[in-house]
């Protein structure tokens, strides 16, 4: 594809993500903190939705064989160690790789920093992993349809209806209306905040 | 119906709408969403300004050359135009530092809270690539594909931040 074209393409997405991102706030500092605290599940809601969504498109996608599905490798020690700092950051910095753009767009002045810090780090990791790199290797990109040997797409569906009553039953638990608070950033929500 | 003057959406709707993003990802660019590797490009370019060698044999070559990373670097300015036109259409202002992280974190100076920003972006993004993706490419992408990688860097992310939080707001 043309590159023009693609950096269309990927303005139009980003635009709609950007814009999904914002009005659902899951983007805000303090939902991603109130999630991280357990008193918000804005986060899991519009999380888990995006994922049965995605369950579901590439279920269909995929058992159609129209698309090539791509798991990312397998390393366990580097993925448990790197997911848990992925959360360190995610509250020390109060934004994730990707909400952190949508915090810019919106104007917290502070997610200019974590932008920065950010892309300190992609470089210190692309300079440093010759040190580590025998430990982070793994070549293996499994799925669990893979592993079953089931189809994809029944394993998919069968995760999208399981995790779609989880939505329901999380709901119910906790309405969205109770947890977003009087200026749309979760201020005063949660049982102890 | 939802509007883009409204201030809030619900959150299942605006999940489903990021799942549908999956469409177009998978169709046209063969990947799936993703934000991270957007940051390894940048920094890949930023290096090669000093270190040529970077080009070839590194772990920024592919960040540097392949146009896939050129697609999510648009979707990442994407994100931050969209989110401005959203703001900007439900006149939702913000602070310049939000009020309810700065309460929980117990940080009211400013330079405090830029410091901790740089360092939690640096932990966000040292994490992401050892684990091989972020929110976005392991958790909607990689679980969406039912990866055995994603099933393990997942409940790490909320691990880490569970805890973090715990130390954090009963301030160490």
Redesign the interface.
Known sequence: MDLLLIVLLGLAMGLLFGIALEKSRVFEPGMILGQMRLQNFTMVKVFVSAIVTGLIVLACLHGLGIVTLHPKALSVGAQVLGGGLIGVGMVVAGACPGTVFAQIGAGYKDAWMILLGGLVGAFAYGYALPLFAPYVGGAEKMTYADITGWPFWLLALGLAALLFVGLILLEKWRPSASEIGAEFDGRGCGPQS | M?S?S????????????????????????????G??SS??K???H??LIFDPT?ADG???SKYITS?KY??????????????????RL?N??????????K???GVSS?IA??V???????????????????????????????????????????????????V??RRF
């Open positions: 939802i883009l409204d201030k809030v959406w619900s959150p299942y709707v605006a999940g489903a709408l990021i799942g549908l993003l999956q469409i177009p990802a998978f169709m046209l660019m063969d990947t799936g969403l934000a991270s940051f390894v940048f920094a890949g930023a290096a970077v590194s772990y920024f146009s050129v697609w999510q670097t648009a979707l990442v300015i994407g994100i931050a135009l969209g989110a401005f036109l959203s703001m439900s939702a202002r913000r602070d310049r530092i939000s009020p309810v992280w309460e929980a974190m400013p809270r830029y901790l920003a740089f360092l939690g972006g640096f932990i966000l993004l040292f994490g992401a690539r050892l684990a091989g993706g972020c929110t976005s490419g392991h958790g909607l992408t990689g679980l969406a594909q039912l990866a055995v990688s994603s099933s393990i860097v997942v409940p790490a992310i909320f691990a880490g931040g569970i805890a973090t939080a715990l954090f707001t």
